[in-house]
């Protein structure tokens, strides 16, 4: 949600194109998620919510992708 810090939150009913990410694959069964705005997700480490504003990937950027 651009006008909420770009927080990341399940609450639309549809997906629009703002609402879709490209995923970065990583190396070891990591990945990266890049926003419509042109940021990576990224973990709070204090809350654990999801904000699209990493500039670039770091720790709180990467997510292990399972597949199962």
């Given amino acids: 949600d651009l006008s909420n810090q770009?927080?990341?939150?399940?609450t639309r009913d549809n997906v629009a194109n703002w609402e879709t990410f490209t995923i970065v694959e990583l190396k070891n069964?990591?990945?990266a998620f890049k926003a419509t705005n042109g940021k990576y997700l990224s973990v709070d480490e204090k809350s654990f919510r999801l904000f699209?504003?990493?500039?670039?990937?770091?720790?709180?950027?990467?997510?292990?992708?399972?597949?199962?």
């Fill in 52 to 68: 699209a504003t990493g500039n670039s990937i770091g720790k709180q950027e990467k997510f292990e992708m399972v597949i199962k």
């Fill in 29 to 31: 069964n990591f990945v």
């Fill in 6 to 10: 770009n927080e990341i939150s399940a």
